[in-house]
C-alpha cells in the first residue's frame, strides 16, 4: 500500500521538516513583505512572550530568531522558509511583539495597526500562533487581535494559544492557565508551551505540519 502524500507527520517527522527552517527575509514595514506562494504561519503576542525562543525551539536552531532578555528584540518582520531539500513548501513568520511600555503611544498605535492589516490581507495565512505568558493571561491588545482575527477563524484561519514559559507554573496553576485561556480563545486550541522543559514542543510541530499539509481532497 502506498502512503498518500499528505499523510499525518509523526512528531519525529515534523521535527525534521521544522528543522529545515532559513532565513527567508526581514522586512521593517508590511509593504515590503514579499508575496509568496506557500502557507504561511504567523507568530504574534505581547513583546517578551516567547515568540523567538518557541521559533528557535520548534526549528531546534540556537538562532534562528532573535530571541532576547530586552523586551522588544524583534522589530521588523522576519520570515523563515521551511521544506526539505531547499523545496519551500510554507514559510514562518516572527512578528515583533506589541505592548511593550517603554514604547512611545504613537508607535504601539501604529504596530496595532500593522498587525492588524497584516492579520486582515495577508494572502496565504494559513495559520495564527498567539503566545501568551500565563502568568499574565490574555490582555487587552491580545483580546484587540483576537478579534481582528475572528471573522478569519470562522472562515477556517487555524489558530492556537500558547501558554509559554509553562515552566514557571506548578500543576494547577497551568490546568487553571488552560481553562482561563480557553474560555477566551475564540474557539482555537490552546496548549501550555515550555522552551526550557520540551513541553508542548511534539505536539506543536505536529500541528503545525498539519495545517501547512492538509489531507488532499479528491
Ligand atoms: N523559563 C522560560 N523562559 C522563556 C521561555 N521562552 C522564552 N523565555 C524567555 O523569555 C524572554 C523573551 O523571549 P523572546 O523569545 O525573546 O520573546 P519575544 O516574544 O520574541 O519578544 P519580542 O521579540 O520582544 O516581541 C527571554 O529571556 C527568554 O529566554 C520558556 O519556555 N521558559
Ligand atoms: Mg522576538
Not at 22 to 49: D, Y
Request: glycine content about 6%; aromatic content about 6%.
Amino acid at each position: 500500500m502506498t502512503t498518500p502524500p499528505a499523510a499525518r507527520a509523526d512528531a519525529k517527522q515534523a521535527l525534521a521538516w521544522l528543522h529545515t527552517a532559513r532565513f527567508l527575509t526581514t522586512a521593517p514595514k508590511l509593504e515590503f513583505l514579499p508575496p509568496h506562494e506557500h502557507p504561511e504561519i504567523a507568530f504574534v503576542g505581547r513583546s517578551n512572550a516567547g515568540k523567538s525562543t518557541c521559533i528557535n525551539t520548534l526549528t531546534q536552531q540556537k538562532r534562528l530568531a532573535f530571541a532576547s532578555k530586552t523586551p522588544g528584540r524583534t522589530q521588523s518582520i522576519n520570515l523563515f522558509s521551511l521544506g526539505k531539500q531547499g523545496v519551500t513548501d510554507a514559510v514562518l513568520a516572527d512578528l515583533p511583539g506589541y505592548g511593550y511600555a517603554a514604547v512611545p503611544k504613537a508607535d504601539k498605535l501604529r504596530w496595532q495597526q500593522v498587525m492588524a492589516n497584516y492579520l486582515v490581507s495577508r494572502e496565504n495565512l494559513t495559520g495564527v500562533v498567539l503566545l501568551c505568558d500565563p502568568r499574565h493571561g490574555l490582555t487587552e491588545l491580545d483580546e484587540v487581535l483576537l478579534e481582528v482575527i475572528r471573522p478569519r477563524v470562522e472562515e477556517g484561519l487555524n489558530f492556537l494559544v500558547l501558554l509559554t514559559k509553562a515552566d514557571k507554573l506548578n500543576r494547577s496553576e497551568q490546568a487553571k492557565a488552560l481553562s482561563i485561556a480557553r474560555l477566551q480563545s475564540a474557539g482555537g486550541d490552546v496548549k501550555l508551551f515550555s522552551a526550557l522543559k520540551r513541553q508542548g514542543v511534539d505536539e506543536t510541530a505536529q500541528l503545525l505540519w498539519d495545517w501547512t499539509h492538509p489531507p488532499e481532497t479528491e
